[in-house]
């Protein structure tokens, strides 16, 4: 690689980045990060940091897992790539998709279908349920159902059912038929409710209501998040998702749960579902899959769905879509060894743990710390939202947040700034120690910004 002035000089030339403003981001160049250990990135001037983004909520074994580097270079060696189309498959894709569904056997999953990541793996759920539809006869049925603030990926069937405005308005008109319900965030919502039961009752409430009105044998399915992420760490009441599948069996609904960032262990439990004690049919997954060593993300389906697809002897049950990487070798085969090291070293366990933990800093904080609103986590996923006011909730501005970010970075914490909220999604490896040192990076960059 080129030395690091030239590195410097291009920074953000030749490149527009994700989630980014092109010309913000020749202004004010991003951070570049030349290489990491255990929970650690050190960035090009040499300064090094506790990475508590986690690279993007995927790097749950942190940078070091030798078993997962090996897993890599030795299937490079033996297979680099061959393709999944119909005609072929690999040992590692096989291999991945029987561990797959052995790991997700409490969720009822059976079946993998592979993609390269989040986003593909929810427009594989989507395309996937209206066509399960087609195949039982129930045609109409091609309306999708989410959460406000949820987080989908950013492919058109995805963005359309995002819940977020950020990521939709400048890409409109998107997909017809995606209609968005209230979430059960306590700190904001429409109804003023701040208690939980009440609250999860009107929003069930609302869904029921949308149902009634699109009409159910209009609607293929509900898709959400069991712990809500990047639209900022909204942890829904426990009996929530269970009201929306109870719902979903009401009117014959399938119910996705896209845990791009909740399975593996992310929330403490498995996963999301596992969590809220939820049978999804399809579930949506990537990121942790390789622990973000290799690009690889898989729609995960139950049963129920695998029957309707196997039985099927018309054209409408064959699968006119797939991608190119759809089961990788190189990445099924750094799967396999994420998953077996996700479980050797008991990640839920440690996410549980650090998370009872990590809850007490944020409360710490925020009582030490007047801009801080609120606070929320789960496991280690966790969210602290600045205002300005208080009592007026006034998201804190553009200018607050990135002192803060930047001064827990000079502080050594790496962390992320989503709207008015810092978003911490640190690797599943951490220690007590980590977690505090987590919050002392963000209380002195809480402290230089004021
Ligand atoms: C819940 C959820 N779904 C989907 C995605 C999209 O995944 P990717 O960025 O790998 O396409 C993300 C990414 O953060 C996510 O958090």
């Not at 403490?268 to 060593?293: E, F, N």
């Not at 879509?321 to 085969?333: D, I, K, L, M």
């Not at 909220?421 to 402290?447: N, W």
Request: net charge neutral.
């Amino acid at each position: 690689m080129r030395e690091t002035n030239f590195l410097k000089e291009q920074n953000a030339k030749p490149i527009w980045h994700p989630m980014a403003h092109p010309a913000e981001m020749r202004s004010a160049p991003p951070k570049i990060i030349a290489s990491a250990s255990g929970v650690h990135v050190t960035d090009v001037d040499g300064h090094r940091v506790l990475d508590a983004v986690g690279g993007l909520w995927n790097v749950n074994l942190g940078y070091g897992n030798d078993v997962v580097k090996k897993a890599i270079r030795d299937q490079l060696d033996i297979l680099p790539y061959y393709s999944g189309f119909r005609g072929t498959s690999t040992g590692p894709a096989i291999e991945l998709a029987y561990e797959l569904t052995r790991f997700f056997e409490p969720e009822g999953m059976t079946r993998v279908f592979y993609t390269s990541g989040g986003s593909d793996s929810v427009e594989s759920a989507l395309r996937l349920a209206r066509q399960y539809w087609k195949i039982r006869g129930q045609k109409d049925r091609f309306k999708f159902l989410s959460l406000k603030k949820g987080y989908h990926g950013t492919h058109f069937g995805g963005a359309s059912i995002n819940g977020n405005a950020n990521f939709r308005r400048n890409y409109e008109p998107l997909l017809p038929g995606c209609f968005h319900m209230p979430v059960p965030w306590l700190y904001r919502n429409a109804f003023n409710e701040t208690d939980p039961a009440r609250l999860v009752d009107l929003c069930a409430s609302a869904i029921e209501d949308e149902i009634n009105f699109q009409g159910a044998d209009t609607i293929a399915a509900f898709v959400m998040e069991p712990v809500l992420g990047a639209g900022g760490v909204i942890v829904p009441p426990e009996n929530f998702m269970p009201r929306v599948r109870a719902l979903c069996d009401k009117y014959d609904i399938l119910l996705i749960a896209d845990e791009v960032v909740t399975a593996f262990g992310r929330t403490g439990s498995w996963s999301g579902s596992r969590l809220w004690q939820v049978k999804p049919d399809m579930m949506c997954i990537a990121k942790a899959i390789t622990s973000g060593y290799f690009p690889l993300g898989a729609t995960l389906i139950s049963e129920k769905i695998a029957a309707v697809f196997e039985e099927n002897t018309d054209s409408f049950g064959a699968i006119g879509h797939g991608y190119t990487y759809s089961g990788h070798p190189v990445g099924c085969a750094a799967g396999i060894a994420a998953l077996s090291e996700t479980l050797r070293l008991k990640l839920d366990e440690n996410a549980q743990q650090r998370g009872v933990e990590l809850a007490a800093v944020l409360a710490w904080l925020k009582s030490s710390h007047a801009s801080i609103g609120d606070v929320r986590s789960k496991g280690l996923m966790a969210a602290i939202e600045l205002v300005s006011d208080q009592a007026s909730k006034t998201p804190a501005s553009k200018k607050t947040m990135a002192a803060v970010a930047e001064g827990a970075y000079q502080a050594g914490v790496m962390v992320r700034v989503s709207s008015n909220q810092i978003i911490l999604s640190p690797p599943l490896v951490i220690t007590s120690g980590d977690v505090q040192k987590m919050a002392d990076g963000l209380d002195a960059g809480l402290r230089g910004a004021v």
